[in-house]
């Protein structure tokens, strides 16, 4: 699918952080979906939250990617607490 500056971009998801929104855009790019990111802030250089969007035709598979890609508190919590492996 080719996408022109004219296509339709819709927010995917509001992160508190650039950085964390970049991380989510990493999930995406890795699968060749086109992603763009929006800082906003009432002062620049001071960082209130930022957006990810994407093409509106590929949302539907950019949920799905962000949705295989979240971790769960209590898969964390067992992942930590698991033995580790002696040297």
Do not use: K
Not at 3 to 22: H, I, K, V
């Amino acid at each position: 699918m080719s996408l022109t500056p004219s296509d339709d971009w819709q927010p995917l998801e509001t992160f508190p952080t650039y950085l964390a929104a970049e991380i989510a855009a990493g999930v995406l790019r890795a699968d060749s979906l086109p992603v763009r990111i929006e800082s906003y802030g009432v002062v620049p250089g001071l960082e209130q939250g930022s957006r990810l969007l994407v093409p509106a035709a590929l949302m539907h598979r950019a949920r799905w990617l962000t949705a295989q890609a979240r971790v769960s508190d209590s898969e964390l919590d067992r992942l930590a607490l698991e033995a580790s492996p002696e040297p």
